[in-house]
């Protein structure tokens, strides 16, 4: 029994891996998902209002939620070089989302 509960969990983290792609430059966030990559999002560091993060077993790995202006939030779930990637983007953000958002320790 413990097998099968096992494997869901880790069959959709697999497919996570695979149909999610995080692209992270000195302008942009893109996310591309779904079957074929066909939902994409795209925002840019002035619409971040907040960040918050967790931490996915190790320091390596991470889960975050970018709050923006306007109210939605984006999920970014098991993002490879965590520290680094939300150090990036939190140094990009403007003062006033820096003061809502978890600094990283």
């Given at each position: 029994?413990?097998?099968?509960?096992?494997?869901?969990?880790?069959?959709?983290?697999?497919?996570?891996?695979?149909?999610?792609?995080?692209?992270?430059?000195?302008?942009?966030?893109?996310?591309?998902?779904?079957?074929?990559?066909?939902?994409f999002t795209e925002?840019?560091?002035?619409?971040?209002?907040?960040?918050?993060?967790?931490?996915?077993?190790?320091?390596?790995?991470?889960?975050?939620?970018?709050?923006?202006?306007?109210?939605?939030?984006?999920?970014?779930?098991?993002?490879?070089?965590?520290?680094?990637?939300?150090?990036?983007?939190?140094?990009?953000?403007?003062?006033?989302?820096?003061?809502?958002?978890?600094?990283?320790?």
């Open positions: 029994i413990l097998t099968v509960i096992g494997i869901i969990p880790f069959a959709a983290a697999l497919a996570r891996q695979f149909w999610v792609k995080y692209k992270i430059t000195s302008r942009r966030i893109s996310v591309q998902s779904g079957l074929g990559g066909n939902d925002l840019i560091y002035q619409d971040i209002a907040g960040l918050k993060y967790v931490y996915r077993g190790s320091n390596e790995v991470g889960d975050m939620v970018i709050e923006l202006r306007d109210g939605a939030k984006l999920e970014m779930r098991h993002v490879p070089k965590f520290q680094e990637i939300y150090k990036y983007i939190f140094e990009r953000c403007t003062p006033e989302a820096q003061e809502s958002s978890f600094a990283m320790e």
